[in-house]
């Protein structure tokens, strides 16, 4: 069972195992791959944003954090970033930050959610992004230089809540 709550600093000793590979490999997130644990820490865990952790049995398979996508009169749409432990992919833990992620941004007093740069090449994530209501809004041609397909489009990804 995949319990989801939210984080604590003392949590990062966790997740920076979690995070490292994916900010190196430099295939999902638009991040430099050379972030130290600190950066990716004040990253992760920066000043008005929600982290929520999920555990399975007593351990730390992913992570999440939620935050406000701008500000003033964007303030009501939420943002989100997720990452699921390599060894723990396809056991439905991603989905279950997603559906955790939209019931707490909604109670949150959030209006939408969007995705600002979502790689094209990720499809597992669009995927699942789409299996939970969210549409590609918007397309940015060549926007993500992925370490070995080159230039890739990312896109934009949106969801009234």
């Known amino acids: 069972m995949i319990e989801i709550r939210p984080a604590i600093a003392s949590d990062w000793h966790a997740l920076w195992p979690i995070l490292e590979p994916v900010i190196r490999a430099g295939e999902v997130y638009a991040l430099p791959t050379g972030m130290t644990s600190g950066q990716a820490m004040q990253y992760w865990f920066a000043e008005g944003n929600w982290v929520f952790v999920a555990e399975e049995d007593h351990a730390i398979v992913g992570s999440y954090y939620l935050r406000a996508n701008q500000q003033g009169g964007g303030a009501h749409v939420c943002n989100c970033g997720y990452v699921t432990a390599t060894q723990s992919q396809g056991r439905g833990i991603a989905g279950a930050m997603c559906r955790h992620s939209l019931q707490f941004a909604k109670s949150a007093g959030f209006r939408a959610m969007q995705f600002n740069f979502v790689v094209s090449t990720n499809k597992s994530a669009i995927h699942l992004w789409q299996k939970h209501g969210f549409e590609i809004v918007g397309r ?18 949106w969801k009234d809540l």
């Not at 940015?140 to 990804?157: I, K, N, S, T």
């Open 140 to 157: 940015l041609p060549r926007a993500f230089q992925h370490p070995r397909l080159g230039y890739v489009d990312a896109l934009v990804m």
